[in-house]
């Protein structure tokens, strides 16, 4: 297969996640601790309950 030529949009649509997405060690930590909490809990549904009032959405 051929590699693209353009990569210009590829290198926008990161940046623009990068932006988004904030410091990706934030979002790291903050995976390893929702993973970390439901492992404790045996919960293996990862983040169920999480769409609403979690303080994470916005909302």
């Known amino acids: 297969a051929r590699a693209p030529q ?3 949009p590829i ?3 990161e940046a623009k ?3 988004e997405l904030g ?3 934030v979002l790291n930590r903050y ?3 929702v ?3 439901e492992a404790a809990r045996g919960d293996d549904s990862l983040g169920a309950g999480r769409e609403k009032g979690n303080g994470h959405d916005g909302e």
Do not use: C, T, W
């Open 35 to 37: 993973i970390a909490e």
């Open 17 to 19: 996640l990068r932006r």
């Open 23 to 25: 410091d990706a060690r």
């Open 11 to 13: 290198a926008a649509l």
């Open 31 to 33: 995976l390893q601790g």
């Open 6 to 8: 353009n990569l210009l």
